[in-house]
């Protein structure tokens, strides 16, 4: 009965050790996903800028900020996971 519980016990070590592995590969996705829309949304917004458009500029000046920003912070979500 000893066996079984040390099998376990190494069984969920490994489940939690993947888990975590997975978790650090999509926070790494998910950053790299929103850098590419953040600089997508800086062209947009220079764009925007060229054809006077403020409001759209503003938009898309403002999203890329914060695109960049969330990208950043889930990096380092996948750096110390």
Avoid: G, P
């Avoid at 898309?60 to 914060?66: D, G, L, N, V």
């Amino acid at each position: 009965m000893n066996a079984i519980t040390k099998h376990d016990e190494a069984s969920a070590v490994l489940v939690r050790r993947h888990n975590r592995e997975a978790q650090r590969e999509a926070w790494f996705s998910l950053s790299q996903t929103q850098r590419r829309l953040s600089w997508r949304a800086r062209r947009e917004a220079l764009q925007a800028e060229r054809e006077n458009n403020h409001a759209r500029y503003a938009h898309y000046a403002t999203e890329a900020r914060r695109l960049w920003r969330e990208a950043k912070t889930h990096l380092n979500f996948a750096r110390t996971w």
